[in-house]
T-cell receptor, first 112, second 111 residues
Framework: DQQVKQNSPSLSVQEGRISILNCDYT??????FLWYKKYPAEGPTFLIS?????DKNEDGRFTVFLNKSAKHLSLHIVPSQPGDSAVYFC???????????FGRGTQLTVWP | NAGVTQTPKFRILKIGQSMTLQCTQD?????MYWYRQDPGMGLKLIYY???????DKGEVPNGYNVSRSTTEDFPLRLELAAPSQTSVYFC??????????FGEGSWLTVV
């Protein structure tokens, strides 16, 4: 029973353009949404988050949008850089004990 | 990944053997987690702990055991290793904020 779905396993974008990574979830009790980035042979690292009471959060080149009615969120990266090439995980957080729910991830490749 | 140390980084086990994955953190965080990541999949929670002396099962606890005798350490024990336990294991910690810190991972192969 997958509560978090990242339906695009991969995304390829040219350097300088916008990358949009999408995520859908089923559990309306999620109160916080995090995005993690993961390079090969490393642990995931925190990128950006958004509270369920907001619809947008921006941090430099990264913006996360939340549409609660559609149970959908997206991560925008503008402009994309080759160093952004990594696997991105959409990670809703349950209200109980900070429990995290990981999607399968989207492999982003930014080419020059 | 500063502050969360996992050992060993790589290990090959034979079916039926046992081993312990070590996780140590120096951030004085209350919450600690063990996740596994199978190829092409997201991370799945094995066990977690909300503080010393307290542990609880996650989504996929079968075949594993944990203990939390100190705030710093959260070892994961594999008893009677099976090929299905071939995976990458991540330890993570969290305090009161929204950021969870992961270790670098431990690659385990059971043959």
């Amino acid at each position: 029973d997958q509560q978090v779905k990242q339906n695009s396993p991969s995304l390829s974008v040219q350097e300088g353009r916008i990358s949009i990574l999408n995520c859908d979830y089923t559990n309306s009790m999620f109160d916080y949404f995090l995005w993690y980035k993961k390079y090969p042979a490393e642990g995931p690292t925190f990128l950006i988050s958004i509270s369920s009471i907001k619809d947008k959060n921006e941090d430099g080149r990264f913006t996360v949008f939340l549409n609660k009615s559609a149970k959908h969120l997206s991560l925008h990266i503008v402009p994309s850089q080759p160093g952004d090439s990594a696997v991105y995980f959409c990670v809703p957080r349950g209200s109980t004990l900070g429990r995290l729910y990981f999607g399968r991830g989207t492999q982003l490749t930014v080419w020059p | 990944n500063a502050g969360v140390t996992q050992t060993p980084k790589f290990r090959i086990l034979k079916i039926g053997q046992s081993m312990t994955l070590q996780c140590t953190q120096d951030m004085n965080h209350n919450y600690m987690y063990w996740y596994r990541q199978d190829p092409g999949m997201g991370l799945k929670l094995i066990y977690y702990s909300v503080g010393a002396g307290i542990t609880d099962k996650g989504e996929v606890p079968n075949g594993y055991n944990v203990s939390r005798s100190t705030t710093e350490d959260f070892p994961l024990r594999l008893e009677l290793a099976a090929p299905s336990q071939t995976s990458v294991y991540f330890c993570a910690t969290h305090h009161s904020g929204n950021t969870i810190y992961f270790g670098e991972g431990s690659w385990l192969t059971v043959v």
